[in-house]
């Protein structure tokens, strides 16, 4: 006799499976220190997910596009029942709720810029989706709050955090840490 499924396909009776995801946090609009709070306290929120870090907020150049505001960031570490399409579909509609626009300006100025850097230990490359993201291990705004979370952390086909940071090429004056996020 078949097994009856439910609507996502899974199985009735079995509890989907956990996953770890690190999510990059930014704003340099609207305040941006409230939203950035605003932003971890929405996905902790978020149904199938469970916020079990949060990194210090850091202030930073922008990257990529100069001319704006500076931004703050942050990383949060999270487990999460979502696939990691799941994820950035809700993350997306965080940042639209948010009032981000997708107009087609890459790096440019935003209230919210949610980014899945790591899901576990995939790999993953697809049109709307890259896992490790494709600029993780060039950013000091991304790494430096992820290895204030697990300095040890396997980046795949990468190395640890910390050895991403160790052959980082950055200013130290471009950055600065701010305050715990919660």
Partial sequence: MPRRRGAAG???GIVARTETAFIGIGSNLDDPVQQVRMA???ISRLSGCSVRRCSSLYRTRPWGLENQPAFINAVVKLETRLTALQLLEVLQALETRQGRRRDGLRWGPRRLDLDILLYGQSRIAMEALEIPHRHLHQRAFVLLPLQEIDARLPVPGMGTVSELVS????????????TLVV
């Fill in 40 to 42: 971890v306290g929405a």
């Fill in 167 to 178: 052959r980082l090429d950055y200013d130290p004056d471009e950055i600065e840490m701010l």
């Fill in 10 to 12: 899974v199985e009735k």
